[in-house]
């Protein structure tokens, strides 16, 4: 094993990113709102579909060409789906029973994606292969969280999502970091 250049070392970043601001928010109660801790997850699913299509698309060499494209698809249709699926109007309780499963679905989804990557990257001898199954073993704990708090949702719990949610974005852009600083 050596550490090989990664050709996609931004999409860590961009989730952790995404994680941090997520925790700040939920442990700071900025907004206070299940509604717009949602929100913020849509705007997580689209970038990440946009991000690994465009990517697909760009990439006409990479190994992980079209693991990328059908990937972004279908972040793509778990955006498309929770909007179609949203009731403006909706009670929190409404938001919590429709919106997290779906939310649990995909935090599960993008670990298996992650884990496939992982094994990706260790078939090709890369040893950053772990970064990949440490980052997919933390996104299952934060959906195995979130799947936990989502039928008793108080201040404390939202508190506990926004410290992991904090944790794992932390992790994700180390790892971010770590990727981008091997060149081709």
């Known amino acids: 094993m050596e550490l090989k250049h ?8 961009f989730k952790g990113a995404f994680l941090i601001i997520f925790g700040i928010i939920a442990i700071l109660k900025i907004f206070g709102s299940i509604k717009s801790l949602g929100v913020l997850f849509l705007g997580l699913i ?6 690994l299509v465009a990517t697909g698309i760009r990439d006409k060499k990479s190994d992980s060409r079209w693991f990328s494209l059908i990937i ?5 249709l778990f955006f498309v789906y929770l909007v179609v699926n949203a009731k403006e ?11 997290f499963p779906v939310l649990v679905i995909w935090l599960i989804f993008y670990a298996v994606s992650e884990i496939i990557e992982s094994v990706m990257l260790y078939f090709s001898k890369n040893a950053f292969f772990a970064l990949f199954l440490i980052n ?8 195995h969280l979130l ?3 989502s039928g008793n949702m108080t201040k404390e719990s939202i508190t506990y999502i926004g410290i992991l949610a904090l944790a794992v974005g932390l992790v994700n852009v180390l790892s971010s970091y770590l990727l981008g600083r091997i060149k081709s």
Do not use: C, H, Q
């Open 136 to 143: 997919s073993i933390l996104t299952l704990v934060f959906a």
């Open 72 to 76: 972004g698809i279908i972040n793509l």
């Open 89 to 99: 109007g909706s009670s929190v309780v409404e938001v919590r029973e429709g919106l």
């Open 46 to 51: 689209i970038m990440i579909g946009i991000l």
């Open 147 to 149: 799947y936990m708090i």
């Open 6 to 13: 990664y050709d996609k070392s931004w999409l860590p970043a």
